[in-house]
């Protein structure tokens, strides 16, 4: 009994033997031998953004056009004017229509006298009819006369009432709402046509408000999964250079625009513009901010990137595992190095007659390394941990690794996210031709 016990606790101790054995694992190399170039992590703000272009324009714009036709008398707004909800715009001739008023004016004259005299008619066909003098077909025929003539007379009228519509009302184009003039298509003595024609055109385009506009940027679909109602913007004017302005998404347009099979999606931002610099069509430059992090330590993404050429794939995979036995408990310490050692027979048979793999690093015959691993908590990972390596030289020349979580990246740093001030510390950013 006491033999088999003494089975389960040989494993459990070799593990530890073989765990210590692997921090003070040594190497005949000399890697002080090789110049490298380094940097300091740093502390500031990091950003990750999703960038577009896109077109500033008033946040509602009205198209005016013509109820009528007719020759362009007089314009009474210029560019840039403010108006109000009614105030003339422009004026059409009406010398044409006073002149079809007189035409109509008479013709309901007329249709009015015929409709009077076969109104005293009928009466006349009924006084008769009572007495049995006429037929009842004649009768008839008189009432329907009278309705017909009644109808000319109704119609008559509705045209006159037309005609002063125009002269009173359609002549006249007025503003509909409270804003600005930002586009006038007419001069005096240009004829226009009514709206309902195929050729009718906007005369007049007015913005109701300058002081809000907004931005319509074009996102693509890979990113636009980033982007979201109320998020932070910023973006830039060639025509004001190093000046920025902010914003925030006010919808997601979710109408795509497809483009020689590249699909688009319309975001729009809303900004402010109470000093009157944002003009209407200027284009400029969107970051969208998807992350961001402030007073955060920094590294160089090419860090990140590097890898001793010194050092094959398979004692850098040894390196990084030892780092990582660094932040596991004791149960889970011992997991790993037990699937480790079912893998490792295979590994050394492969590497039979070199003096690298884990089974060097156990036997002292492997390079010098000095694995550190730094714990912190991720960030915006979807909870998976984000771990990269960073690479630096010790005290006595030989490479040292340490096992970072890494946060948000830009397009030139990475956040580092760990429970240690790293401030200052420097690391390999590249190895020197």
Same mark, same amino acid.
């Given at each position: 009994?006491?033999?088999?016990?003494?089975?389960?606790?040989?494993?459990?101790?070799?593990?530890?033997?073989?765990?210590?054995?692997?921090?003070?694992?040594?190497?005949?190399?000399?890697?002080?031998?090789?110049?490298?170039?380094?940097?300091?992590?740093?502390?500031?703000?990091?950003?990750?953004?999703?960038?577009?272009?896109?077109?500033?324009?008033?946040?509602?714009?009205?198209? !005016?056009?013509?109820?009528?036709?007719?020759?362009?008398?007089?314009?009474?707004?210029?560019?840039? +004017?403010?108006?109000?909800?009614?105030?003339?715009?422009?004026?059409?001739?009406?010398?044409?229509?006073?002149?079809?008023?007189?035409?109509?004016?008479?013709?309901?004259?007329?249709?009015?006298?015929?409709?009077?005299?076969?109104?005293?008619?009928?009466?006349?066909?009924?006084?008769?009819?009572?007495?049995?003098?006429?037929? #009842?077909?004649?009768?008839?025929?008189?009432?329907?006369?009278?309705?017909? @003539?009644?109808?000319?007379?109704?119609?008559?009228? *509705?045209?006159?009432?037309?005609?002063?519509? #125009?002269? %009173?009302?359609?002549?006249?184009?007025?503003?509909?709402?409270?804003?600005?003039?930002?586009?006038?298509?007419?001069?005096?003595?240009?004829?226009?046509?009514?709206?309902?024609?195929? %050729?009718?055109?906007?005369?007049?385009?007015? *913005? /109701?408000? =300058?002081? #809000?506009?907004?931005?319509?940027?074009?996102?693509?679909?890979?990113? !636009?999964?980033?982007?979201?109602?109320?998020?932070?913007?910023?973006?830039? $004017?060639?025509?004001?250079?190093?000046?920025?302005?902010?914003?925030?998404?006010?919808? @997601?347009? $979710?109408?795509?625009?497809?483009?020689? %099979?590249?699909?688009?999606?319309? !975001?729009?931002?809303?900004?402010?513009?109470?000093?009157?610099?944002?003009?209407?069509?200027?284009?400029?430059?969107? /970051?969208?901010?998807?992350?961001?992090?402030?007073?955060?330590?920094?590294?160089?993404?090419? *860090?990140?990137?590097?890898?001793?050429?010194?050092?094959?794939?398979?004692?850098?995979? +040894?390196?990084?595992?030892?780092? +990582?036995?660094?932040?596991?408990?004791?149960?889970?310490?011992? *997991?790993? $190095?037990?699937?480790?050692?079912?893998?490792?027979?295979?590994?050394?048979?492969?590497?039979?007659?070199?003096?690298?793999?884990?089974?060097?690093?156990?036997?002292?015959?492997? &390079?010098?390394?000095?694995?550190?691993?730094?714990?912190?908590?991720? &960030?915006?990972?979807?909870?998976?941990?984000?771990?990269?390596?960073?690479?630096?030289?010790?005290?006595?020349?030989?490479?040292?690794?340490?096992?970072?979580?890494?946060?948000?990246?830009?397009?030139?740093?990475?956040?580092?996210?760990?429970?240690?001030? $790293?401030?200052? &510390?420097?690391?390999? =950013?590249?190895?020197?031709?």
């Amino acid at each position: 009994m006491k033999k088999k016990q003494l089975w389960h606790i040989i494993p459990a101790s070799i593990s530890c033997l073989v765990l210590a054995a692997l921090f003070i694992s040594s190497c005949s190399n000399n890697t002080t031998r090789v110049s490298y170039e380094f940097t300091a992590v740093r502390r500031g703000t990091v950003e990750r953004t999703v960038l577009a272009s896109g077109t500033i324009n008033p946040v509602s714009t009205v198209r !005016v056009l013509p109820q009528m036709s007719g020759k362009v008398e007089k314009v009474f707004v210029d560019f840039n +004017d403010t108006v109000r909800r009614g105030d003339i715009l422009a004026e059409l001739n009406t010398d044409m229509l006073r002149l079809r008023r007189e035409q109509q004016l008479a013709a309901v004259q007329k249709a009015r006298a015929n409709y009077e005299l076969q109104l005293v008619n009928f009466r006349g066909q009924e006084a008769l009819a009572q007495r049995n003098l006429i037929s #009842e077909f004649e009768l008839r025929s008189a009432s329907t006369t009278l309705n017909n @003539l009644a109808a000319d007379l109704a119609v008559a009228q *509705a045209t006159l009432r037309t005609i002063d519509t #125009e002269i %009173n009302q359609y002549a006249f184009i007025t503003s509909p709402i409270d804003g600005i003039v930002l586009n006038r298509a007419i001069n005096e003595g240009d004829s226009v046509v009514d709206s309902s024609s195929n %050729n009718a055109y906007s005369i007049f385009t007015l *913005a /109701e408000n =300058l002081t #809000e506009m907004q931005i319509e940027a074009n996102i693509g679909e890979l990113d !636009v999964a980033s982007i979201y109602q109320g998020q932070r913007v910023r973006f830039s $004017l060639e025509s004001l250079p190093g000046r920025r302005f902010t914003g925030e998404v006010e919808n @997601l347009r $979710l109408v795509p625009a497809i483009v020689n %099979n590249a699909v688009t999606y319309t !975001v729009i931002i809303k900004v402010e513009n109470q000093d009157g610099t944002l003009l209407p069509g200027m284009t400029c430059a969107v /970051e969208f901010i998807v992350e961001r992090s402030e007073n955060t330590l920094l590294i160089s993404n090419a *860090a990140l990137r590097y890898q001793p050429t010194s050092l094959n794939a398979e004692e850098i995979e +040894d390196m990084v595992f030892i780092a +990582d036995l660094e932040r596991m408990d004791e149960e889970q310490r011992l *997991a790993a $190095l037990e699937t480790r050692s079912q893998t490792q027979p295979a590994r050394n048979a492969q590497n039979q007659g070199t003096d690298t793999g884990i089974s060097a690093l156990l036997t002292g015959g492997g &390079r010098n390394v000095r694995p550190t691993s730094i714990q912190g908590q991720a &960030r915006n990972t979807g909870g998976q941990e984000r771990l990269r390596n960073l690479w630096y030289i010790t005290e006595d020349g030989s490479f040292g690794i340490m096992r970072v979580i890494t946060g948000i990246v830009s397009g030139s740093n990475t956040e580092i996210i760990v429970s240690d001030d $790293l401030e200052g &510390r420097e690391f390999i =950013l590249r190895e020197r031709l």
